[in-house]
């Protein structure tokens, strides 16, 4: 368990990547923070704070493999509606919702295709290898 004065020096961590800044914003000592910060980072405890935390602002920012895969299949399957701009003329134009487009369907099913492999390009090769024996077994 973290003291708060740690937890604090590592939030500031993550945020500036500085180690000295974030030991001062925390509350410690500008000479501790100088000379010893760098100990605050070789903590077990606070290196896996740091670690944990990383990994979860990770998890929200990019979008893991199942998402992408339900995302591509609603669109394939129509689910999906993009806005586009319809009107004539300034301050004609409306924003409407519209279904996305057989192209772009089409184009998230051959992603999904791709992804389970289900397309393959046959190969026909053809040449002539030369083998050479060597009978170096003694009799």
């Known amino acids: 368990m973290l003291k708060e004065r740690q937890k604090r020096f590592a939030d500031f961590y993550i945020e500036t990547g500085n180690i000295t800044e974030s030991a001062i914003k925390a509350g410690y000592s500008g000479n501790y923070a100088n000379a010893q910060g760098y ?22 920012r990019i979008a ?10 609603s669109i ?13 003329g300034e301050g004609a134009q409306t924003i409407s919702d519209i279904d996305v487009s057989a192209k772009d369907r089409i184009k998230a099913a051959e ?6 492999t ?3 390009d046959k190969t026909q090769l053809e040449g002539t290898i030369g083998v ?6 003694d009799d």
């Open 76 to 88: 394939m399957r129509g689910e999906q509606q993009e806005q586009t701009l319809r009107g004539v």
């Open 64 to 73: 893991r493999q199942d998402e992408v895969l339900q995302y591509l299949t």
């Open 111 to 116: 992603l999904l295709g791709k992804r389970y």
């Open 118 to 120: 289900m397309w393959t």
């Open 39 to 60: 100990k605050l980072l070789e903590n077990v405890g606070i290196k896996q704070y740091i670690d944990e935390r990383i990994a979860e602002k990770d998890s929200k």
């Open 132 to 137: 050479t024996i060597v009978d170096d077994i």
